[in-house]
């Protein structure tokens, strides 16, 4: 099967209806294909869902999800853990009927998860989250502490909810933390509108080692100033396969070089000089394709780039959406979904979630096989364990393995012996890991001459 509707244009196929009757603030794919949104929305679809709902792949309510009555205020931030549960963060204090500040964790059918215990959480909104693959839980947001200890605005959980005292900060940020990315090496970036982090400079962007101590090997100098919209923030982040990373949100300049709203760094935090482009309009949301190439959300506003920061013309939007773009996340298949404040798509009624065609992409076992560009897996599909790929002719020196699940996010990295790889295909065996669940999976294996990429089942 090969996915081919022009990228940028409306997939029909995925239909909410009515849509949410409020905005989309974040959305997580699951493996399985359905899509998790939270926001302010109080419906979806017609039916009451109270700022949290889960949608099947075709867009439709899924009814075997339901928080009962949800969150009694802003959800900002979803994240899913291997074992199918959820975490939010937002400004609620209560969800289900239940006391909640500001964090929670729901079961795999929405209902509140009692064993996941904060305490009394969070003193303050939390903004994002991200769930490390060992399950424990990275947040940031306004808070100053976390159920008492002190923990400014970046802490990170235990699996059952508690603070991680392995996890110091110091002094934290000194202003919100707005946006995470994990590295795969389990560093943290962070970004936001702090100035400062446990008290070294550090303007509105910075990596944590992962213990949560200042990562000084990651040094933005004077970091982001400057903006037309009365704010200097970081909105989002996004790290790409080769460690340089990306910043978007509202600023004029990287450490003193005029840079709007988008700018990449290398993996030192030092500006990226070379083939990105030097402005773009206010930026909101950002998501990376395995191609390389860059996604972002702003207001009125659904683009791509190039993976040199070019305009992407193929990608075709039309007129656009009507309001903000605030979350956008990859399907394995290419497919896009965004969420926001938008009610249309280039004239189609579409309220707070959509989804777009994507490039094409091969989806199917025997042009799998075939492709010259792409690795052959086998077992495939798998129950886990190991399993093998034939590594094409060519891919020579230091090379990475990723496996990357529906969400875009990479549930397990690894660097590949050069010495076993040779001019001729190869087989290299993949151990996967116990933990990641069931699901469809991207595999791919990054060289300095090529990429190649598979796809991989796992049932368990």
């Given amino acids: 099967m090969l996915l081919c509707a022009q990228p940028g244009t409306l997939d029909a196929t995925f239909n909410p209806g009515t849509g949410a009757n409020g905005s989309v603030e974040d959305l997580v794919l699951q493996p399985d294909g359905k899509v998790i949104i939270v926001g302010s929305f109080t419906a979806v679809g017609g039916t009451t869902r109270n700022r949290i709902a889960r949608l099947n792949a075709d867009g439709s309510l899924d009814t075997g999800f339901n928080p009962g009555a949800g969150a009694d205020d802003f959800v900002t931030a979803v994240a899913v853990q291997n074992d199918g549960k959820v975490v939010i963060g937002g400004f609620f204090t209560t969800v ?40 424990k839980v990275l947040i940031g947001g306004f808070f100053s502490a976390v159920n008492g200890a002190a923990r400014i605005r970046v802490a990170r959980l235990n699996t059952d909810g508690s603070v991680d005292t392995g996890f110091t900060t110091g002094a934290g940020a000194s202003g919100s933390v707005l946006a995470m990315a994990l590295q ?95 402005g773009a309009g206010q930026t909101f949301s950002m998501a990376l394709q395995t191609n390389g190439k860059l996604l972002t959300g702003a207001f009125m506003f659904l683009g791509r780039l190039t993976a040199n920061g070019a305009n992407d013309t193929d990608f075709i939007t039309g007129t656009s959406v009507d309001s903000w773009v605030y979350a956008i996340a990859v399907q394995p298949d290419g497919k896009i979904l965004v969420g926001g404040t938008f009610t249309n798509y280039n004239g189609t009624t579409r309220n707070g979630i959509m989804r777009v065609n994507g490039d094409a992409i091969n989806v199917g076992m025997d042009e799998t096989m075939t492709t010259s560009n792409a690795l052959r897996i086998y077992p495939n599909p798998s129950n886990g364990g190991i399993v093998w790929m034939d590594v094409p002719q060519g891919m020579n020196g230091n090379m990475q393995l990723e496996v990357i699940g529906a969400d875009g996010r990479i549930v397990q990295h690894s660097a590949i012996d050069p010495t076993v790889v040779g001019t001729e295909a190869q087989q290299i065996a993949l151990d996967v890991d116990p933990l990641v669940p069931a699901g469809s999976y991207v595999v791919r294996i990054i060289s300095a001459s090529s990429i190649h990429t598979g796809r991989l089942s796992i049932s368990r």
Avoid at 99 to 116: C, I, K, P, V, Y
């Fill in 96 to 135: 289900g009927g239940t006391s909640r500040n500001f964090l929670a964790r729901l079961n795999s059918d929405g209902t509140l998860d009692a064993s996941f215990n904060t305490g009394s959480g969070p003193n303050g909104a939390v903004l994002d989250i991200a769930v490390q693959p060992d399950g």
């Fill in 184 to 278: 795969a090496d389990g560093k943290v970036l962070i970004g936001g509108e702090f100035l400062n982090y446990n008290n070294t400079a550090r303007s509105r962007i910075a990596r944590l080692n992962a213990d949560g101590t200042l990562d000084t090997g990651f040094n933005p100098g004077t970091g982001l100033a400057g903006s037309a919209f009365g704010f200097v923030d970081v909105l989002a982040i996004a790290v790409q396969p080769d460690g340089k990373v990306i910043i978007g949100g509202r600023f004029e300049s990287f450490n003193g070089t005029p840079r709007s709203n988008l700018v990449r760094l290398n993996s030192n935090g030092s500006l990226d000089t070379g083939g990105f482009p030097t």
